[in-house]
């Protein structure tokens, strides 16, 4: 890679903690003089950016009332494709941008080289139905129908808008199996895989006496959180929900006297609670996910949705098991059968392994390599 060589950051916003934001920190620990350029940035973020000595440029969203809080509210009216394309690239060789929704859609001149690491296709323009008709928005069903008739347009609208952008980047790196699979099914294009990596386990606390199965995410309702209530009410076990999200309201009046919800959590907290948890139940579709595989890393094993991401992290029988149904009765069968298992947590360490920020980065810089070489 070019030593001098001038690269900017580009990511969809800076609200959440998942990981995609975990990937955004991992480009910008790569390139640490790299600007980042995103739509809209919480103070968090910005705070925790300027004390790396990170420079954070905003778009003119970030001036709308209520932003953060209403961010996927305002995704629908174009704001979003507006901003990303009102950054100025002129002055950089490369751009790297990391997207769930927007972040390629960056316009670059023949000069600047434009990589994409692409989380998933936009879920919210290809698949609407998983990301806005099966979300809980608290209003009637009459009138999340009707919002959904105004919003189609803008369906279609987007896809019309994502599909040119994505002939104008360079290079595609999907961050797995699947995503790759829709970027070919969506947009007709090939791409490479480079995984996510699972980060360092901080040191945690030895196994408690209580015995728990343990949810750790988002808590939106395409997770499929209630399955697992549902299940562990069932069989009498007790469970923990870690992570915040707009469908804890409904998840809370569902849950069982079994199930505890601990809110968001701190990075020590989620180690502790890991390491200590008879298993992780992960009951989404992920494109990738990299929750089992911090679970893995402490030693426990996983109970997964059998789609997705997770089936390229959890080894069946040996780090963990699936069901193949995104149903209460297909997870306590499986948790039932999970019970009657014994798992190695050296195994599964040695599993977790595999996903190491080394081999992330050493994957990435390669793939600059690659670029700067064949279109130079």
């Not at 995103?38 to 973020?45: D, H």
């Not at 599909?163 to 699979?181: E, G, H, I, P, Y």
């Amino acid at each position: 890679m070019e030593v001098n060589m001038k690269v900017a950051i580009v990511c969809d916003d800076l609200v959440q903690h998942g990981g995609a934001e975990k990937i955004v920190e991992a480009v910008s620990d790569i390139f640490p003089n790299a600007p980042i350029y995103t739509t809209i940035a919480s103070k968090k973020w910005r705070k925790y950016f300027r004390e790396k000595g990170r420079k954070i440029t905003t778009s003119f969203l970030q001036k709308f009332p209520f932003v953060v809080k209403f961010n996927r509210y305002y995704s629908v009216f174009y704001y979003h494709v507006l901003a990303i394309e009102s950054f100025d690239f002129s002055n950089y060789d490369l751009v790297f941008s990391i997207s769930s929704r927007f972040a390629h859609l960056v316009v670059t001149g023949p000069s600047t080289k434009h990589i994409c690491y692409l989380n998933t296709p936009g879920r919210m323009f290809w698949e609407p139905f998983d990301y806005f008709e099966k979300e809980n928005f608290g209003v009637p069903g009459f009138l999340k129908s009707l919002a959904m008739f105004f919003v189609r347009p803008f369906i279609f609208l987007m896809r019309l808008v994502d599909f040119s952008a994505m002939k104008r980047v360079d290079l595609v790196v999907s961050n797995s199996k699947t995503t790759q699979a829709r970027l070919r099914k969506y947009h007709g294009i090939g791409s490479s895989i480079i995984h996510p990596f699972c980060g360092e386990p901080s040191h945690v606390q030895g196994r408690e006496k209580e015995e728990y199965y343990l949810i750790l995410t988002r808590l939106a309702s395409w997770k499929r959180v209630d399955i697992a209530l549902r299940a562990c009410e069932k069989l009498g076990k007790k469970l923990k929900v870690a992570g915040e999200g707009p469908d804890a309201k409904r998840l809370q009046s569902l849950a069982g006297k079994g199930v505890e919800f601990l809110g968001r959590v701190s990075d020590e907290e989620k180690w502790a609670l890991l390491a200590n948890c008879t298993a992780l139940i992960n009951t989404q579709k992920e494109d990738f996910g990299i929750v089992p595989l911090e679970a893995m890393a402490v030693g426990r094993p996983v109970i997964a949705y059998n789609f997705g991401g997770a089936l390229e992290t959890v080894i069946e029988g040996e780090t963990g098991i699936f069901f193949e149904e995104q149903t209460a009765e297909a997870l306590s069968k499986c948790i039932e059968k999970f019970e009657k298992m014994t798992f190695d947590p050296a195994v599964c360490k040695k599993q977790a392994g595999k996903f190491s920020y080394g081999n992330f980065k050493c994957s990435i810089l390669e793939k600059v390599d690659d670029l700067i070489c064949t279109k130079s």
